[in-house]
Structure formats: C-alpha cells, structure tokens
C-alpha cells in the first residue's frame, strides 16, 4: 500500500507540470488486470517497418494471430498443446498493451511440464520454408506475466531453424530449439528484452548438434513450463 500511495502522490505532483510543458500529454489509465505500462523514450525503440516481426496493430480481431505481413513473412502465432495436457489460447488485446493499441496475449491450462508451446512462425507453411534473417543481430520484444500465471514466473524462448523443425530427415528427435541460457523473467510491468543470435544455444537432445543458421529461421518458439499466461508486443529484429 505504501508503494501504490508514494506513486499516485508522485503523479498528482507533476501531472499538472508535464502537462504544462505538453498541452497534448493525456494520463493512461492502466485496467486492474493488465500489467503496468513501461518507462521509455518513445524514439529509443523505433525500428523500420521491414524489422517488425509482429506489433499486432494489423489485426483484424481478437483471433487474427498472424504477424506483421512484411518482407515477405506471412506466418502466424501457432500453439500446440501435448495430447492430454492441458489447452493453448492466443489472442491479440486491446485492452493491455506495451505501446500502440494491440499486444498479443498467449496462455497454456493444466499443463504437465512443458506441455505445450507457442510459434511466431515466420513463413507458412510451418518447417517447410524459411527466412533469412542474416541481416540481424537478434530479435527484441517486451513482455510481461498476466494475471493467471503459476510459478514460475519465466518465459524460456528461442528460436527454430530448418535443422530442429523437421522434417525427420533432417533431425531426429527434432525439437531442440536454439534457446536463451536463462529463461526470460517475467513481471506484471512491460519489460523489453533483446536476445542475440550468438547467445543462442541448443540443449543438448536433439538431432543435429550445428550452430545456429541465421538464413534458415523457421519460428520464435516459446515454450514455458506449467501454467503460464503471458503478454507480448512489439517483436522485433535487431540490426
């Protein structure tokens, strides 16, 4: 309660100042339910249209899940859920968001360790075509844990190539994705992230062991463990 008293005496005291110095400036009202809005320079995270991956500003719905239709990407958010463990749901939001009027929003129900997953799938159809992303250094995204989550409060992610998507002529077991060392901590305020290609590392289960083919990305997987309800928005490449 402390916290919450010292942060609205913080803004009654300089509200009325920042609106002098910007006649336009408007208060954002946060729901109860979404996480807190970021502290940032609107012009430090720009980026050109062709390095959005997905800011969910085009969507024609709350279940259009198919990323920002740019430099040649058409794929979409695909969840897969284990047989008999537990549900997926995805939607894009406009009630929480990180920045603009759309975020995405990606749950998993009842599920027994690491019982599904969620793909930014860059190209359709999935593990057949590629994109090459040799241009980048990485991807970046802001994130953050809903209210519905269960410990823990972590997002592993990475990303796929034609080497761990399939099919099996080429990896056997496929799966082992090119991951963070550490998976991705989550809070309920809008976090940024940038995650670099070169820190990127398979685990050790699959089928080939290779370093990881910037020219060959097939998706952004992500793939918590347990119950998880996460919020995401901008995601992008990194130069």
């Known amino acids: 309660m402390k916290h919450v008293a010292l942060r609205l005496l913080f803004l009654v005291a300089v509200a009325p100042a920042l609106a002098a110095c910007d006649p336009s400036l408007t208060l954002i009202k946060v729901p109860d339910n979404c996480p807190d809005m970021p502290y940032r320079g ?46 997926v749901f995805g939607e894009t939001s ?3 968001v990180a920045n603009g009027k759309r975020s995405g929003h990606l749950t998993g129900n009842n599920l027994s360790m690491y019982g599904s997953n969620w793909n930014g799938v860059f190209v359709d159809p999935f593990g057949e075509r590629s994109f090459d992303a040799s241009a ?46 550490s998976a991705i901590p989550l809070t309920r305020s809008w976090t940024r992230h940038v995650i670099k290609f070169k820190d990127l590392a398979q685990s050790g289960m699959g089928a080939p062991q290779t370093p990881l083919k910037r020219g060959q990305l097939v998706s952004i997987m992500i793939w918590p463990q347990n119950t998880y309800d996460i919020w995401i928005d901008d995601v992008r490449f990194e130069k």
């Open 42 to 87: 609107p012009a430090e995270f720009l980026a050109s249209p062709d390095d959005v991956i997905d800011d969910f500003e085009d969507a024609l719905g709350p279940n259009d899940l198919t990323l920002s239709k740019v430099a040649g990407r058409n794929g979409s958010w695909v969840g897969v859920a284990s047989p008999n463990a537990g549900t």
């Open 94 to 96: 406009i009630e929480c």
């Open 136 to 181: 980048y250094s990485g991807i970046s995204f802001w994130v953050a844990l809903g209210e519905n989550a269960f410990p823990p409060f972590v997002m592993p992610i990475g990303l796929m190539t034609t080497d761990t998507s399939g099919p099996a002529l080429i990896c056997n077991p496929c799966g082992d994705y090119y991951r963070v060392p």
